[in-house]
Structure formats: C-alpha cells, structure tokens
C-alpha cells in the first residue's frame, strides 16, 4: 500500500473558466480543495487517493461517489480510464466541467450504472458511512467488477470518530463501521484477502495535537460549533498540513485506534 504518484497541478489540464465551473458550497457532506479551513480533512481523504492510485494503473477503474472529482481526476493521472458516479447533480456537473478526463454520470450507487464485470478497480473513498444500503452496495461493486479486480474502501474509524455512540456524530453519517465491520461487510458480499489498514497522525500532526490541547481534529469541531473564530495559531496549522503528515499502517498498531479504515478486497 505504498503505491504513490506525483501531484497533478489542478491547471495543467485547461480547467474552463470559472463561469463554466459550477462552484460548489461547503456542506459537511463532502471534501472541497483549495480552502484552507478545509485543509485538514482535505489532505486526510486525499493521501488515500495518493497512497493506492499506483494500483489503478493502467486499469479501467470506477469511483462510486466522487464528490468535488479532484480524486478522480488524480487517478486519471495513472489509469486507462476513470468513470465516476456521483448521485449530487452540482456535484455531476461541476466534475464534468472541472475534470474533462473523467466520465461523470448521475446515478444512485445503490444501482451502479455500468454492465457486468466491466471495471478492473472500484474506489470508494470515505462514501460507505453515508450510504442508507451498505451491503446493497457491495453487492454492486462484486457485480460490476471483472473477476480478481480490486474493491479500494476508506471509511472513518468509528470506534474513534464517534466513541461511545450508537450513533454517528457526523449528521451525514447514516452508519459507521470499525474494522471488524467493514471486513464481514466485504466478505458477505463474496469479497476475499480482505486487508484492512489504518490511518493515523503522524510526527508532525502529533505536535499540533499537543498545542492544540489534544486534538487538532476536536479544535475545529468544538470552534465550528460554536460559531466561533479560529485563533491565529490553529487557522495557521490547519492550512499548513500536508499529505505526508498521514501515516498508512498495515500493522504495528492497534487497527482500533486509527482515525480511518482502509479496506482492499479482491471480487469474486
């Protein structure tokens, strides 16, 4: 899991002009580039992309829930073809213009819109927790995937992103699941050499966890919560966090104690 690929300049490709950009509000429900009170989560969904895309080489590959499209168009860096689907008309048309090398339609994920066994790669990157049929959807995946392709799964940690809940802090959350759960959940659905990793901060977020009483992640929830300002010194470390400030564990460390879950499953 230590595929990487360079960073692809978000204007390299011609992007149209903003005009014919739909611009898309900061909700909650997805991750949007470029705003640096974003800048955390951004980078934390980001390195997963940046992490696997060497795996999708070359490959025919479906992102179920694409979102804003910036980790789309990353794989379509490296693959011989990227088809995204996402259910948010803005969000549909904001890839389509945006990212002119990926294949966007609108469709519930829960009905994926491509034939049988037809994609090498199925990537949904932090999508499962928000969808109402989890297995409905796997299920989808094992369908549309040629035999041995490979299903690419993050989702957050729920023993660590909502603790001590039955259900998820996160509004858009309709169920979050912890390793054991995702694995049986890939697994019922015919999946096999599940292997389930974790992300975690490192060195560098440490630190800012330290000066910020703990957790920069709980600084900026408790502050957007109350409506408040960023001090000076937390707007600054959340805009200055990178990709490389994640580190991927494969083993080494309590699974249970990761801030995310990253799941590769083999169809049947």
Do not use: K
Request: aromatic content about 6%; charged content about 25%; hydrophobic content about 45%.
């Amino acid at each position: 899991m230590s595929a990487t690929v360079p960073d692809v300049p978000r204007h390299s490709l011609g992007d149209p002009t903003p005009a014919a950009d739909p611009v898309l509000t900061l909700t909650g429900e997805r991750t949007i580039p470029d705003l640096d009170v974003e800048n955390y989560w951004f980078r934390r969904h980001q390195v997963v992309y940046r992490r696997l895309a060497g795996l999708c080489a070359g490959r025919d590959v479906l992102e179920a829930g694409c979102g804003e499209g910036y980790g789309a168009d990353l794989i379509a860096g490296v693959a011989r073809r990227v088809v995204a689907v996402d259910y948010d008309e803005a969000a549909v048309a904001h890839v389509r213009a945006r990212y002119p090398r990926v294949e966007v339609m609108r469709a519930n994920l829960a009905e994926l819109p491509l034939p049988d066994g037809s994609v090498d790669i199925v990537v949904n990157f932090q999508v499962i927790e928000h969808l109402w049929d989890q297995a409905q959807f796997v299920a989808e995946c094992a369908r549309v995937l040629r035999r041995g392709g490979l299903l690419m799964v993050s989702t957050p940690n729920r023993i660590t992103f909502s603790p001590g809940r039955d259900t998820p802090i996160n509004p858009f959350h309709t169920r979050e699941l912890n390793a054991g759960e995702l694995t049986e959940l890939l697994i019922g659905a015919g999946f096999r050499d599940v292997s389930v990793s974790g992300l975690f901060h490192g060195p560098r977020l440490r630190e800012m966890d330290a000066r910020h009483g703990g957790s920069i992640i709980d600084a900026q929830i408790e502050l957007a919560m109350a409506g408040a300002a960023w001090p000076p010194e937390l707007a600054a470390d959340v805009a200055a966090v990178t990709t490389d400030d994640f580190d991927i564990v494969e083993d080494g460390r309590d699974i249970d104690d990761s801030l995310d879950l990253i799941a590769i499953a083999v169809a049947p």
